[in-house]
């Protein structure tokens, strides 16, 4: 059980969810299906995305280079788009967007071809590689990915996971007040993931983010239909740091959060 979920349900009164943000969320920058390492197809995660009142759900599955994964390779991902757009022409209840959780390499380059990134209407940008980088290089490494035109969100910033024994991960060590500044100057926002194994960035860093100015995305970072619910978690985080609920880009409308950058 991650410790900060056995807190939560530990607590007089579980779950305090404030309601009016949860409610205010429109979408979801960060979902994951069959085609890499989710558990449901398209149509399943879509079905559970209408079920919770969502207009619009991006589908982001991994990138190539993580074969444990099984990340999109280019063909794929363009199979990918075809079928989202296919689904697209036959439903209009929910908007599906096209996307992919990129890795971001060593250098701060990106795990996907410009032409595809460039067809692609979110780009969440996560290190999931070299954790333990040392402090100066993962800056630089971060600062390049978040300062990248294409990228939309920076996911799960620390890579940290809250789980006790086997499962925990110390997070990353980096200047976050170069990230989050380059975050801030190119439009970029940080991700709450709200997976409660996660709980990324940690409570500190949301505030220097938000010192800052930047913008946020509060995702579930859902690998099943039903983990689409973990964004309560993330819009109770999001609540008690009293950020303004216009700096979510998961309450904007579909139509906004496209003509973004």
Not at 135 to 149: I, N
Request: hydrophobic share 40%; proline share 5%.
């Amino acid at each position: 059980m991650p410790t900060y979920l056995d807190t939560l349900q530990s607590e007089p009164e579980p779950f305090p969810f404030d309601d009016d943000l949860l409610g205010a969320l429109r979408g979801d920058c960060h979902a994951h299906t069959e085609w890499s390492d989710g558990g449901a197809p398209i149509d399943e995660m879509a079905s559970a995305a209408i079920a919770l009142g969502h207009e619009w759900l991006a589908i982001t599955d991994h990138s190539p280079r993580l074969t444990v994964a099984n990340g999109l390779t280019a063909q794929r991902l363009s199979d990918q788009i075809d079928r989202i757009a296919d689904w697209n022409s036959r439903n209009s209840t929910l908007r599906l967007l096209t996307g992919i959780e990129v890795d971001i390499l060593d250098d701060g380059a990106l795990d996907q071809s410009d032409e595809l990134l460039r067809r692609l209407d979110i780009v969440t940008a996560s290190v999931h590689s070299k954790l333990r980088m040392d402090h100066d290089a993962m800056t630089t490494r971060m600062v390049a990915a978040v300062s990248d035109p294409r990228v939309h969100v920076l996911g799960h910033c620390t890579g940290r996971r809250v789980l006790s024994g086997r499962g925990h991960r110390p997070p990353s060590t980096f200047d976050a007040e170069a990230v989050f500044r380059a975050c801030a100057d190119n439009g970029t926002a940080v991700e709450i993931n709200s997976r409660p194994e996660r709980v990324d960035p940690p409570d500190d860093l949301i505030e220097l983010a938000m010192d800052l100015g930047c913008l946020f995305a509060i995702d579930s970072d859902a690998h099943a239909p039903g983990q689409l619910e973990f964004k309560a978690l993330g819009a109770q985080r999001a609540v008690e740091h009293g950020i303004d609920p216009d700096r979510i880009v998961t309450t904007w409308s579909a139509e906004r959060l496209l003509s973004w950058k």
